[in-house]
């Protein structure tokens, strides 16, 4: 009776991901241009019929843009959802891309700085965000000489779901583990001179956090990655996807956030998050339509 019970619990997940793969063979018969018009029509649809996430997203934009006209803060949300659109057939695609094609699909700029943590034999931080299309970042990997390994926070109550979708980031050659009380395991990695790629813009627990101006507001921050890179003397080197058309894109490595090391503990986990807040600031200011704005990244309103 019990396995029963838990079969028809999942029945759920299980129809979408049948949905899914379905959808994910037809769209295979599409020309690239077409997928792509796909993306684009299913985030118009999700601007149109998601009214929650869609206020959530203008509220967002208004408060890191306050300057700006209303017409200009729904311009942006409307193109974010286009993005995420997108994101998600290309998504669905990632897997049927050889990796001996990623060289035509993607480059990487200031490739440099990853080098550099290789020449010092040491373990890396990739520092990533919801920014881009994050969830086939792994394709970086490709370009690496070292293991990349991806911490993913597990979705609730959907465990097939879950499995499903960290099937298809791992088809780009991570190795993922999830993000739950892994900081063990994280500089264990580290020590085995492992790339491991943390997303450091979500919003956090309050009994786990630190709170951090983000654009002007204090906001709960995950102050594990300043954490980790304190105790370990890890390099911490921040790395976006630049979008330049349809499942191609500049994979963009930064030179490395400093971890102040000397005094307070706490007061450096505040600097070196706020470091890491700042540099969010500084790219999604250049393109904000490309951040996910649809997450109560400042919580709900009180």
């Known amino acids: 009776m019990h396995k029963i019970h838990n079969l028809l619990l999942e029945l759920p997940d299980y129809l979408v991901i049948l949905c899914i793969r379905m959808f994910q063979q037809m769209i295979r018969l599409l020309p690239e241009r077409g997928r792509y018009v796909l993306g684009v029509f299913l985030g118009h649809l999700a601007y149109l019929c998601l009214k929650e996430r869609r206020v959530v997203a203008i509220k967002n934009i208004r408060k890191a843009f306050p300057e700006s006209e209303g017409k200009k803060v729904k311009g942006i949300a409307k193109r974010c959802f286009k993005n995420l659109g997108v994101n998600f057939i290309e998504l669905l695609n990632i897997p049927y891309i050889p990796k001996e094609r990623y060289k035509d699909r993607f480059t990487i700029v200031n490739r440099e700085y990853i080098d550099r943590v290789v020449d010092l034999d040491k373990g890396m931080i990739a520092l990533v965000f919801h920014y881009g299309n994050w969830e086939i970042m792994g394709v970086a990997s490709a370009f690496v000489k070292n293991e990349v390994v991806a911490l993913a926070r597990p979705l609730k109550y959907h465990n097939r779901i879950n499995t499903l979708l960290n099937s298809l980031r791992a ?126 990244r400042w919580g709900r309103d009180k």
């Open 171 to 296: 088809s780009t050659g991570l190795k993922i583990i999830p993000n739950a009380n892994t900081a063990k395991d994280v500089m264990r990695y580290l020590r085995e001179k492992k790339i491991v790629a943390i997303l450091a813009d979500q919003r956090e627990k309050r009994s786990k956090c630190v709170y951090v101006e983000f654009f002007g507001e204090k906001v709960p921050t995950n102050k594990g990655v300043a954490a980790i890179g304190m105790k370990t003397g890890a390099l911490i080197i921040p790395l976006y996807l630049e979008r330049i058309g349809f499942l191609r894109y500049r994979i963009v490595c930064n030179e490395p956030i400093e971890m102040e090391r000397d005094g307070n503990v706490e007061e450096l986990i505040y600097k070196n998050t706020r470091k890491i807040n700042s540099f969010l600031e500084s790219i999604i200011i250049k393109k904000p339509e490309e951040w996910f704005w649809v997450h109560r």
